[in-house]
């Protein structure tokens, strides 16, 4: 597979999002000094979030972002609203203690939770529909789901025939439906919560690279045009953060996936194909994942991959991925394929901190963010509010640096991957 670095400007990305977006944000860009209370980097879900649940505490707060708001993976994702925060919490009872597991399993809950209510709150229009199926491939992927449902209500199984009522693909051998997780327009989403963040008072700049930090208890931000002092500064640049924080860039790796958008289907095609309005993933783990836009474009995405760099025959691959599982959608028209980088944890669990001084962090939602991204922004919330229960839960996992440094993390993920697709092959 040849690979190219995407060719990327300061605007969006040209997807199916950017075409449909409710409108072009055209914040200015930061000029001069200015003192504040939080300031925070990245305008992307985190960031967003952050701000909102900041400006309904009455704090003030600016937020820079280096190209548009959403520009980055919320922009760009699989708009697939799914709880949980990552990698189960069993798995850090030791470091974080019983009670740690079971707020990171209410946090996982209150994500989807923080999301269904801003869009009703502050009525923002971003396609939200409720229904999600897991799909399985392999017996193993079946097993797991029986013992999932013994732990959670809300999955019902679905057998092979069952799950053609959802999916109509012979490839899946069984699978589970969830009523309470579903599916959106994630970067009308964002513009839509950012909106809401400027009327609570937030001051937003976009084309406003953060270029340089000075730690301490009042950290200040340097962009090539001003300076900003604030009592807070809150990172989330996330897989576009670059090496700004070398803490931060040791620990999570920008990892590639791709999105191809088809024409609008048929009613034909869809009952060949996606039968009821769900999100899909299936439980590889280098999985496909796709859903219905609201004009009935399948949206299909997967081909993760650890260079951080794009196919250059993206659209060939997706269509035929596309087409192992829908057979009937091997010549639909593609109108859209795009890509974004996601951030991937060693744990696969978010990691969130605090630097030298006031400088909190957050970001390593390893592909699975939209709605984690909602509840992290209430949690860095609580913490400049010095309310830190949950956020010194977060903060108690330890994230090692991803072995191999610099140089080698890349290839010796790339070996990892390709051992997992193995387990998933067998
Ligand atoms: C193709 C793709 C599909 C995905 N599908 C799903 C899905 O279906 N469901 C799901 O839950 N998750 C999905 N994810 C993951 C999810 O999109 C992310 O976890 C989430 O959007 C992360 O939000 P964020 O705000 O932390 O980062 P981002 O949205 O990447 O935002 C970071 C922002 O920071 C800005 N920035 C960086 N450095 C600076 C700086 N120095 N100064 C100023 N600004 C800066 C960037 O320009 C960017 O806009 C997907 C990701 C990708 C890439």
Redesign the pocket.
């Known amino acids: 597979m040849l690979l190219k670095k995407p060719i990327e400007t300061s605007e969006h990305t040209e997807s199916y999002y950017a075409a449909s977006a409710s409108w072009q944000t055209g914040y200015p860009e930061f000029e001069g000094e200015l003192n504040t209370d939080v300031v925070i980097?990245?305008?992307?879900?985190?960031?967003?979030s952050t701000a909102v649940e900041l400006c309904e505490k009455g704090y003030k707060v600016v937020l820079?972002?280096?190209?548009?708001?959403?520009?980055?993976?919320?922009?760009?994702?699989?708009?697939?609203?799914?709880g949980g925060l990552g990698q189960s919490p069993d798995s850090f009872k030791r470091s974080i203690g019983l009670d740690g597991v079971e707020a990171i399993y209410q946090m996982g809950d209150e994500g989807v939770d923080i999301v269904k209510e801003r869009i009703k709150k502050y009525g923002i229009d971003c396609d939200l529909k409720w229904g999600y199926c897991e799909a399985g491939l392999t017996p193993r992927h079946i097993r797991a789901y029986k013992e999932w449902a013994e732990e959670d209500e809300d999955i019902q199984l679905l057998d092979k025939s069952q799950l053609r009522e959802f999916i109509n693909s012979d490839l899946y051998l069984g699978g589970y439906y969830k009523s309470n997780w579903g599916?959106l327009h994630?970067l009308n989403l964002?513009i839509g919560e950012a909106k809401v963040a400027e009327n609570l008072g937030a001051r937003i700049f976009e084309q406003?690279?953060?270029?340089k930090i000075t730690y301490g208890n009042n950290p200040a931000v340097y962009?090539d045009k001003g300076l900003i002092r604030a009592n807070y500064l809150v990172v989330?640049?996330?897989?576009?953060?670059?090496n700004?924080v070398p803490h931060l860039d040791a620990r999570i790796l920008p990892a590639?996936?791709?999105?191809i958008a088809t024409e609008p289907l048929t009613d034909e095609q869809i009952d060949q194909s996606l039968r009821k309005d769900v999100?899909v993933c299936d439980s590889r783990t280098a999985l496909d994942?796709y859903r219905l836009s609201a004009d009935k474009r399948m949206l299909f995405?997967g081909l993760a991959n650890y260079t951080g760099l794009e196919p250059s025959n993206v659209v060939a691959i997706m269509r035929a991925k596309m087409a192992k599982v829908f057979p009937v959608l091997a010549n639909a028209r593609i109108e859209y394929k795009?890509?974004?980088?996601?951030?991937v944890a060693f744990r696969r669990i978010p990691v969130m901190g605090q630097l030298r001084g006031n400088v909190l962090y957050?970001?390593g939602?390893?592909?699975?963010?939209?709605?984690?991204?909602h509840i992290m922004g209430r949690v860095l919330a609580e913490a400049v509010e010095g309310n830190r229960e949950r956020f010194d839960i977060m903060s108690k996992i330890s994230h090692v640096p991803w072995p191999g440094g610099k140089l080698l993390r890349r290839p010796v993920m790339a070996a990892g991957m390709m051992f997992y697709k193995l387990i998933d092959m067998f």
Do not use: D
């Open positions: 980097i990245g305008g992307g879900f985190s960031g967003v820079l972002e280096a190209n548009r708001i959403s520009w980055g993976a919320s922009g760009r994702n699989g708009g697939q609203l799914i599916h994630p964002c406003s690279t953060v270029k962009t989330c640049g996330n897989a576009y953060l670059g700004l590639t996936s791709c999105i999100a994942y995405g795009w890509s974004g980088l996601m951030a957050v970001g939602y390893s592909g699975h963010g939209v709605a984690p991204t």
